[in-house]
């Protein structure tokens, strides 16, 4: 594999589910098997922390199969655990870890978070991973957007030098697709009272209607949050109401959203699939 050339694929992704599919395949390449996007909440009270705790995307399917729901619910199992019983233990490691900029690298036994999630691991397959190589996203507040890559192996120099240029290709690749979204979708117009939605607006007010949170909404979705509240003003705007929770139901009558699942619509049906991912 010449990783330049695969690391330059990454500029060639359109959407955020795309970006993370092509750098799961890039780190698969140089052992890093387990790929995954959370919220990891900054310090503060458990129930704060709980609620800022949100996973967002991983390959699970693609590394542990018919095991990827169980491994899930592991995971989660393990930080309600942490966040109830190892909270004076593990908030040291989350000030320290919510202060990096950059990659941090870490072994199962370096905190109670990577220890209990280790056990967890362990329940669901044999050979769990045992080393992680964390690289900040983006922030907020109270919470972090971290990727996390982690391998199965004695992680290596030429692993971790591999991992530390995917992970600097990823974050500007990022960048440069946010950029793009606020360059192509936020456009100066006038909505008409009343004229059909567009295909954005329809798709950020769908993943509202299912609970997700304005930060949430816009990851998911590949756009800045400032973008996608751009979308949900022109929504309201368009269908001549004045709160967000207005333009929710009102679009929800009028294209069918199912609650339950955000890809599916009376709009989706007639359109075809939404290019986005949960």
């Known amino acids: 594999m010449n990783l ?31 790929l995954s996007l959370d919220w990891i909440p900054g310090p503060a009270i458990p129930h704060i922390m709980q609620e ?27 930080w309600e655990a942490i966040l109830k019983s190892d909270i004076a233990e593990t908030r040291p490691f989350l000030e320290w870890q919510f202060a990096q900029g950059g990659m941090i690298c870490a072994t199962h036994n370096a905190s109670p978070v990577f220890e209990r999630q280790h056990r967890a691991i362990s329940s669901v397959q044999d ?5 992680f190589l964390s690289h900040t996203i983006c922030r907020e507040r109270d919470r972090v957007l971290l990727l996390t890559a982690k391998t199965q192996s004695a992680m290596s ?36 009272l009343n ?30 949050e400032r973008t996608l509240r751009f979308h949900v003003t022109n929504a309201r705007n368009r269908l001549g109401v004045s709160t967000t929770m207005q333009a929710v139901v009102a679009a929800a009558l009028r294209y069918g959203f199912d609650p339950n699942d955000p890809r599916r619509s009376l709009y989706t049906a007639s359109r075809g699939k939404l290019n986005s991912f949960a």
């Not at 705790?53 to 991983?58: E, H, R």
């Not at 390959?59 to 995971?75: F, P, T, W």
């Not at 591999?162 to 440069?176: K, L, M, N, Q, W």
Request: glycine share 4%; charged share 20%.
């Open 52 to 78: 800022n705790l949100s996973p967002v995307w991983d390959n699970y399917e693609d590394s542990v199969g018919s095991k990827a729901d169980d491994l899930r619910a592991a995971l989660g199992a393990s």
């Open 127 to 131: 050979d769990p991973w045992t080393e």
């Open 195 to 224: 004229s059909p939605l567009s295909r954005r607006e329809i798709e950020c007010l769908q993943w509202l209607a299912v609970g997700k949170t304005i930060s949430e909404a816009a990851c998911i979705l590949g756009i800045s």
């Open 157 to 192: 120099q030429a692993m971790y030098d591999s991992a530390s240029v995917i992970f600097d290709t990823f974050v500007a690749a990022y960048r440069y697709l946010h950029s793009q979204s606020i360059t192509i979708e936020v456009k100066p117009v006038q909505p008409s």
């Open 4 to 34: 330049n050339v695969e690391l330059l694929q990454l500029y060639r992704c359109t959407h955020l589910v795309d970006l993370l599919n092509r750098a799961s395949q890039i780190f698969g390449h140089v052992d890093f098997k387990h």
